[in-house]
């Protein structure tokens, strides 16, 4: 197996319960997302949403200092869009990624979503990167090598004529909150480390609507499009079964 975590029936429990409120959380955001709101805000719905569970603690806060229980990345923001004053306006679009621990164990999981009515632009974006991540969903089970989600992914997105921010990966997860392997967004099929049953991987399409590239900003959390173009982001936690995968969050 190498370097892969592999889980018991115990833990992959705890993981279930962790990945069921972390669902249920985003979609909780995903209704509150409006014109008007911050996005301090939101990071405060989200982590008072998480604590009214029992066991139940935000995978964010603290990990590497950081400060807030969701990463909120509006419009060219690509990841790790640190909440703050923002007011979100129409036509906005805000990727809201998020974890949940339980028993130790973390999720993972983004959802990137309109403010209002946006443009067809954003939508197509939107719905592309969405896509992208269910098609790679179909095609993770044991035995497939992670060059194969990579390629799919990137199959998807450049045939409809968007880019992959390629410095920016999925990764494993489970008692840490990124470890082995990377699974990138781009690749080769059949290649990489293969998938056993057991383990556990965020997958995470991250598209933007210009050229490929990132830069850092002075909050030192956010990184954004290089050329300022529009970002979106959304990312399942999957659990590879013998039969395919089973989406934990």
Known sequence: MGKFQIFTAEEQQSLREAGKILSECLAYIGDLVAPGITTKELDRAAEEFIRRHE?????FQGYHGYPATLCTSVNEECVHGLPGD???KEGDIIATDCGV????LYTDACRTFGVGKISKEAQKLLDVTSNALEAAVAVTRSGVRVGTISATIQDLVEAEGLTIVSALTGHGLGKTLHQFPDVPNYGEKDTGPMLPVGTLIAVEPIVCTGKDGIKETSDLWTINTRDGSLSAHFEHTLLITEEGCEIIA
């Open 55 to 59: 066991g139940a603690t935000p995978a």
């Open 86 to 88: 923002r007011v979100l």
């Open 101 to 104: 621990m339980i028993n130790n």
